[in-house]
C-alpha cells in the first residue's frame, strides 16, 4: 500500500497529523509549524507578505491593508510544492489571518498536475468543529478510528474539568487575543473558558474575535485577565506588554489589584484548534480556580503577570 505523502499549511492540522501517527508522511508545512520536536527540519512552504518582527499595531494595519485587497496575507511556494508531490493537502478556511487562503492553495493544486493532491480543509468556529476537524482528517488519511479515539481522549479531559469546576463559583475573565488595536478571544475559546468555570467577558462562542474598545472592558472591569495574542509567545507578548499597562484605568482593575492577570503563550496554546486545546482548558482551569488545579502548566503555559514584571 503506497505511504501517503502530506504538507501540512498550519500548525493545528501538522499536529493532529502527528497525533494521528502520520508524522513521518510529513513531507512539508507552513513557516509556523514548529510542533512536535523535529518538525522544523521540514521544507517551508508559506511566508507572510506582513513584517511578523513589527509591533502589534503595525502587523494589524499591514494585514488589513493586504486584506483590503482581497490578497492573501501569506505566499505559498507553488514550485517546491510541486517538488514534494503530495497525496495530500491540509489547509483551512476559517481564518485568512491564520494560513494560506483556500483559493490560492486550489489554484496551486490546478498547477500540480502530477501528484493530483487532495485537499483536506479545516473551518474550526467552534470546539465542537475542532472536534470534527480531528474526524475529518481521519477519515480522509483513512485512520477514522484513531480519530475517534483521540476525539474520545480530549473529549475525557473536559469533562473532568467541567465536572471538577460545576459546583465552583465562576469568575469573569477577559481573554485579550491582540494588544493593539484590542481583540477579545472568540471562536473556541468562551467555550473552553465556560469548561474551566469561568464566565467570559464580551466575546461570544462561535463567533469570530473581535476588537473592542478599551472603554468597554474597562467597564466590565474583569476579576481575571488572560493575555493570549495571536501568533505569540510569553516573551514576545512581554516586548508590548505596556499596551495594556499603561491603558488608563488599567491599574483600577480587580484583576490587576488582585494581582489575577496573567500572560500565556497565545502562539501554542490558544491560537492552535488541535490536540493540545485540551492543555489550554487545564490552563484556564489552572488560572481560573488555582486553589482547585495543580499548576502544571505553569511557567511554560502561562506566568503570573506581576511576576514577570518584577
Request: glycine letters at 6%.
Amino acid at each position: 500500500m503506497k505511504m501517503p505523502r502530506i504538507v501540512s499549511l498550519l500548525p493545528s492540522s501538522t499536529e493532529i497529523a502527528d497525533a494521528l501517527g502520520f508524522r513521518d508522511r510529513l513531507v512539508g508545512r507552513s513557516h509556523e509549524c514548529d510542533f512536535p520536536a523535529g518538525i522544523g527540519s521540514l521544507p517551508i512552504l508559506t511566508s507572510p507578505k506582513f513584517n511578523p518582527k513589527g509591533s502589534s499595531l503595525q502587523i494589524d494595519k499591514e494585514v488589513r491593508q493586504i486584506l483590503r485587497y482581497g490578497l492573501s496575507v501569506y505566499q505559498l511556494d507553488v514550485e517546491q510544492l510541486e517538488e514534494l508531490k503530495p497525496d495530500y493537502i491540509i489547509t483551512q478556511s476559517q481564518c485568512e489571518v491564520c494560513a494560506v487562503n483556500m483559493k490560492d492553495v486550489e489554484a496551486a493544486v490546478c498547477q500540480l498536475i502530477s501528484s493530483n493532491p487532495t485537499i483536506i480543509n479545516l473551518e474550526p468556529n467552534s470546539l465542537r468543529d475542532v472536534l470534527d476537524d480531528v474526524d475529518k482528517v481521519g477519515e480522509a488519511l483513512d485512520v477514522k478510528g484513531r480519530a475517534q479515539e483521540l476525539v474520545s481522549s480530549m473529549q475525557s479531559v473536559f469533562a473532568k474539568i467541567r465536572d471538577i469546576t460545576s459546583g465552583l463559583n465562576r469568575p469573569r475573565i477577559a481573554c485579550i487575543e491582540w494588544l493593539s488595536p484590542i481583540m477579545l478571544a472568540g471562536n473556541w475559546v468562551p467555550e473552553l473558558v465556560e469548561i474551566a468555570g469561568g464566565e467570559n467577558v464580551l466575546a461570544a462562542k462561535d463567533q469570530h474575535s473581535h476588537y473592542f474598545k478599551w472603554e468597554e472592558i474597562r467597564l466590565e472591569d474583569p476579576e481575571v485577565i488572560a493575555v493570549m495574542p495571536c501568533g505569540f509567545d510569553i516573551d514576545r507578548t512581554m516586548e508590548e506588554i505596556g499596551l495594556l499597562t499603561d491603558l488608563p484605568g488599567w491599574d483600577e482593575l480587580k484583576a490587576v489589584k488582585n494581582d489575577r492577570v496573567f500572560v500565556t503563550d497565545g502562539n501554542q496554546y490558544f491560537n492552535r484548534p488541535g490536540p493540545r486545546i485540551k492543555d489550554s482548558a487545564e490552563i484556564l482551569a489552572e488560572i481560573l480556580h488555582p486553589e482547585v488545579f495543580e499548576k502544571q502548566h505553569l511557567g511554560k503555559g502561562y506566568v503570573p503577570l506581576e511576576r514577570v514584571l518584577k
